[in-house]
């Protein structure tokens, strides 16, 4: 059975830094395109970043540039999304995906539940 689970999620501070995983189990995530998205309160589904499978080079949603980075860690078969100067309009509900499609194709394969980040003072 294939799960993708997020961990890491919480409460920081404007300007803080967080970091959210993606685990997965009876997936090899090294194999996916993993896209990261967010939903914060009233929003609908929006695109944070996307890591490749080739040379695990990172696309991201621009406001979220320079600020967030996205990395593999194979042996632990996760994702990071390193989340850096936070701001309050970060605050949403985070959810990773794998997809077997680029990162510029929006067909995905598999996704976790989602966790909470909050970003306040």
């Known amino acids: 059975q294939v799960q993708l689970v997020e961990s890491g999620g919480g409460l920081a501070q404007p300007g803080a830094s967080l970091n959210v995983s993606c685990a997965g189990t009876?997936?090899?995530?090294?194999?996916?395109?993993i896209h990261w998205f967010r939903q914060g309160p009233g929003e609908g589904r929006n695109f944070i970043a996307c890591i490749d499978t080739i040379d695990d080079i990172g696309h991201y949603k621009d406001s979220v540039k320079g600020r967030f980075t996205v990395a593999r860690n194979n042996a632990k078969n996760m994702v990071y999304l390193h989340m850096n100067n936070l701001r309050p309009e970060d605050t949403a509900v985070y959810r990773c995906a794998a997809a077997a499609a680029p990162c510029w194709a929006s067909s995905f394969d598999y996704w976790g539940p989602g966790i909470q980040v909050t970003v306040s003072s």
């Open positions: 009876g997936v090899n995530l090294r194999d996916y395109y």
